[in-house]
């Protein structure tokens, strides 16, 4: 309706005022919400016309509102200086339930705008495990690759695997000395993880075995046929490991390129940088000096000739840019790295490439502690995302026995809600803010959870079995009282809150959204009676508990969480 009041604003801007310049008319941007149902539906504040107009903001609300004249609003009062717009609940009613209707799986997207986002999420490191830390970076990637795809972009979403460095030719070397394919097999990720601590522990007593992991990493860079096949051996057993996981999470990927991949593309970046002159030296090293954008230099070539971290991402953003043509390229990567990609992006600005400025972008997120802790590896306080999820399902399945004991497949809900309490838990707030997760709040079936949002899922599912069949024509009167009205606002808010994520790259937006559609249905289903003995009444109820059945859905799968049909 943002559209159609922003059409009747408009419309009574010109009447009132016929000389108003139509470069000035307001877009649906300048529309706020109130925060309250009963100062309307949507209000304007006049203030942006004065300059224009020459008049004070209320003596211009008055003149707006007596100019509304359009069957979508049935009245405006001019409240200060606003202009405050009600809605007519029969048409907002109809009009909202027909676009759910109509849109489908579709709503609040559209199907194609033309465009390519490629997304670099996850990108863990080989042989090491999965751990909580790489929670945030893997879900908020995930649901903004679904918002954009929803909004009708093209997607490539990329796991920038960690596969490159000295440490793998320790790991070799370590391999060669203490392992064995039978023992890595069955211990998977952590038998690498063991094999690695035993190198450094050794080597404070053999300073010769570092020589012996810096052989074996040459090896691998010279393309060595033996070290080739035992580091990509270890890469296959890192991402079967973390295969378990993407796939308890739902998320998937269309490319896992990462630091090995550019390792010989790196040439191109140095030697346009040289050719611009963008390059100096500095205690032996190459740099990109970036003094006057107030950014410490950009380090690109160590004075031991070995390349970086931005020597690589500027590799591999040329690279894709060559090959997927993007028009937004996001990083989901902690807030840590926010100079590292303040640099990376400069670099590329200063070589002649503006699209760095414009679609470029590090979506920064904040911290993720476990329960009051912080995670600190050399504390040993790690929690490992497999063990999380693990203990979410089991946490999930003890309280659904208990609520529901008849329910059929009680494992498979129980799955549904406790992976999607730890997932609508990190993306239920700004992604800049700090996680704490806590078992008793994600897992509560009231509140601002998951399972709050699921089981209200669910609850419409189970009114809709209950209900009769009904070919009457919905009366849609009944759907003009407060409760039904607070419902279809949620509703027909929801495609604004998908714009809002995808341009501000905050799925939260969607969160907040799908869980204020529960929240008012939830008092709706208290206060309204659904199933009653008019058809023609029970029809239209029934219409808007499958409108928010549907969208709640919709809402769930854009943050990866799943809909479950009972609870």
């Known amino acids: 309706m943002r559209t159609e009041t922003t059409k009747v604003l408009r419309e009574a801007i010109l009447r009132a005022f016929s000389d108003f310049p139509l470069e000035g008319l307001p877009g649906p941007e300048a529309l706020e919400t109130p925060p309250d149902a009963t100062l309307g539906d949507y209000a304007f504040p006049c203030f942006r016309l004065s300059k224009t107009l020459r008049m004070a903001p209320p003596a211009i609300a008055q003149a707006l509102a007596q100019a509304v004249d359009a069957p979508e609003v049935a009245t405006a009062q001019a409240v200060g200086g606003y202009v405050n717009f009600f809605f007519n609940r029969l048409n907002f009613a109809r009009l909202t339930l027909d676009s759910i209707m109509t849109a489908g799986e579709r709503y609040g997207g559209c199907a194609d705008a033309g465009k390519t986002a490629v997304l670099d999420y996850s990108s863990i ?326 399972p709050y949002t699921q089981y209200t899922h669910a609850r419409c599912a189970s009114v809709l079995r209950r209900a009769r069949q009904n070919g009457a024509e919905p009366d849609i009167g009944a759907l003009t009282n407060d409760e039904a009205q607070a419902v279809l606002r949620a509703l027909a808010r929801f495609p604004e809150a998908v714009r809002a994520a995808q341009k501000g790259n905050e799925p939260s937006e969607v969160t907040r959204a799908t869980l204020d559609i529960a929240k008012a249905f939830n008092k709706y289903y208290y206060e309204q009676r659904i199933l009653d003995d008019d058809p023609a009444k029970t029809r239209a109820r029934l219409d808007l508990v499958r409108a928010v059945k549907h969208v709640i859905a919709l809402g769930l799968y854009l943050i990866g969480v799943r809909a479950p049909e009972a609870m």
């Not at 009708?152 to 391999?175: E, P, S």
């Not at 390792?263 to 040289?274: H, P, Q, S």
């Not at 032996?284 to 230099?297: C, I, S």
């Not at 953003?317 to 992006?345: I, T």
């Open 125 to 450: 490191n080989i042989a090491k495990r999965f751990h909580i830390g790489h929670l945030s970076t893997t879900v908020i990637g995930h649901s903004l690759k679904r918002i954009y795809r929803h909004l009708g972009w093209k997607t490539v979403g990329i796991n920038h695997l960690g596969d490159w460095g000295t440490q793998f030719g320790r790991m070799i070397a370590a391999f060669k000395r203490w392992g064995s394919w039978e023992m890595v097999e069955a211990g998977g990720v952590d038998a690498l993880t063991a094999l690695y601590v035993r190198f450094h522990q050794e080597a404070e007593e053999n300073p010769a075995l570092e020589d012996e992991g810096r052989g074996w990493f040459r090896k691998i860079e010279e393309g060595d046929p033996e070290a080739l096949e035992t580091f990509q051996r270890f890469k296959d057993l890192t991402l079967k490991d973390a295969s378990r996981v993407y796939d308890i999470l739902g998320v998937t990927f269309d490319s896992y390129n990462g630091e090995a991949f550019f390792n010989d593309k790196m040439g191109r970046v140095i030697d346009e940088l040289r050719e611009k002159n963008l390059l100096s030296e500095s205690q032996g090293a190459l740099v990109v000096d970036l003094e006057e954008y107030r950014m410490p230099p950009c380090l690109i070539v160590k004075s031991d000739g070995a390349t970086l971290y931005a020597t690589r991402d500027l590799a591999a953003a040329l690279w894709r840019k060559d090959n997927y043509h993007f028009d937004k390229a996001l990083y989901v990567v902690a807030y840590q790295q926010n100079l590292h990609f303040q640099q990376v992006f400069k670099v590329l600005e200063l070589m002649g490439y503006p699209w760095a400025k414009d679609e470029m972008e590090h979506v920064a997120f904040g911290m993720v502690s476990y329960e009051g802790q912080a995670m600190s590896t050399r504390q040993g306080n790690i929690i490992y995302l497999d063990e999380l999820l693990t203990r979410a399902r089991e946490k999930a399945l003890d309280i659904i026995r208990e609520k529901s004991p008849e329910l059929e497949d009680p494992e498979d809900v129980a799955s549904q809600v406790g992976v999607g309490a730890v997932v609508f838990t990190t993306l239920l707030n700004n992604r800049i803010k700090d996680i704490d997760f806590w078992w008793d709040r994600a897992l509560n079936f009231d509140g601002d959870t998951g």
